[in-house]
């Protein structure tokens, strides 16, 4: 039996990335989806993801940053709540500024848990001893 782990990374505040940042990749879009999507929903598709997924039957982890720039995570709240009551998985994506500071890990590992509330979903990863 061959497992695949699945996941994603949500690099973006939910508005996403500046627009100039969108029109310096437009060559990474489909041209017809670029043209009838607004800059800002380019990048906004969580929802298309959890409907590929159930579709057929599976389940990944979107791992979310809690330091946005000029963004925030509690903009993901519902997203987050939505994910969960459909028992995706959800992790943290630290800032690469702490990855050698534990405290500032563990203070983005409680501001994550903060939106999740509830607590076992770290009890499989590496993060459950913070
Ligand atoms: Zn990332």
């Known amino acids: 039996m061959q497992n695949i782990f699945l996941s994603h990374d949500v690099d973006w505040r939910r508005q996403g990335p500046p627009v ?4 310096e990749r437009k060559d990474r879009f489909d041209a017809e989806m670029f043209a009838n999507t607004k800059p800002e929903d380019l990048y ?5 993801y959890m409907e590929l997924e159930e579709k057929f ?8 940053r809690t330091l946005y720039e000029n963004g925030n995570v509690e ?7 939505t ?6 998985e959800i992790g943290l994506h630290t800032d690469p500024q702490s990855v050698n500071n ?12 903060s939106l999740t509330k509830k607590t076992n979903y770290w009890e499989q990863s590496s993060l459950s001893k913070l």
């Open 57 to 64: 039957g599976i389940r990944s982890t979107f791992f979310f």
């Open 75 to 81: 903009d993901y709240e519902d997203d987050i709540q």
């Open 102 to 113: 534990i405290e500032k890990i563990r203070q983005e590992k409680e501001k994550l848990e």
């Open 20 to 23: 100039e940042h969108v029109l």
């Open 44 to 48: 906004r598709n969580i929802p298309k």
């Open 83 to 88: 994910l969960q009551q459909g028992n995706w």
